[in-house]
Structure formats: structure tokens, C-alpha cells
């Protein structure tokens, strides 16, 4: 399978690299993490890039969960998983929708 000229091994790699850096979020600090967010994702809407579009709003769902600012974190995650399926990155969509499943269960909404 090949999605945007990287394998499947890619696609696994990129993943794990969107969990380190929602680790690496906490290191920096959650402002510190939320204006580079804001910025990459403004950067990848002005490039047109969807698959960066999708990634950065789903660091800045993570920082939202970590923050504790739960209703903007489900909107990022919710914007991200939508991306993710236009694009049919599956490693994405299972990202967004395990990050979004814990900030639904803090905002007690429990159906699916």
C-alpha cells in the first residue's frame, strides 16, 4: 500500500512519530506546543498539504487533551479524522479516532 509516495512501513513510522512528538508536547510545554501547531498548521493550509493539515490538528487535538481543553480538542481530532479518511490513511484515521475515543470518554459522551 502507498499513500502520498511512502509505504506502509512509512505510514507506521509517521504514526509512531505523531505519538512521540504528543510526548514531546509536554516536554516543551502545552503554549510552547500550541503556537507550533498553529503555525504548521497554517503553513500546510497554505501549501495545500492535506496530509499536514490532518497531522497538525491532530498535535493540537493532543494538546487540547493534555491541556484540558476537551471541546477543542474533539473539533481538531474530528477535522483530522475526516482528512484522514478523504486521503484513506487508515494509520491516521486509527490515530485521530484513539485520541478522540479519550477526550469523547473526559467529556462523558460515551455513544458512538
Request: proline share 0%; with cysteine; hydrophobic share 40%.
Amino acid at each position: 500500500m502507498v499513500v502520498g509516495g511512502a509505504g506502509l512501513v512509512g505510514r507506521e513510522r509517521a504514526a509512531g512519530d505523531l505519538h512521540r512528538g504528543a510526548g514531546q508536547v509536554v516536554a516543551v510545554g502545552v503554549g510552547n506546543g500550541r503556537r507550533a501547531g498553529q503555525q504548521a498548521l497554517e503553513i500546510f493550509r497554505n501549501l495545500g498539504n492535506r496530509q499536514g493539515v490532518a497531522n497538525a490538528l491532530t498535535c493540537l487535538g493532543t494538546i487540547g487533551r493534555v491541556d484540558g481543553d476537551n471541546q477543542a480538542a474533539a473539533q481538531a481530532l474530528e477535522e483530522a479524522l475526516s482528512i484522514y479518511r478523504e486521503l484513506g490513511d487508515r494509520v491516521g484515521q486509527a490515530t485521530a479516532l484513539s485520541y478522540l475515543g479519550t477526550v469523547r470518554y473526559a467529556l462523558d459522551e460515551y455513544e458512538a
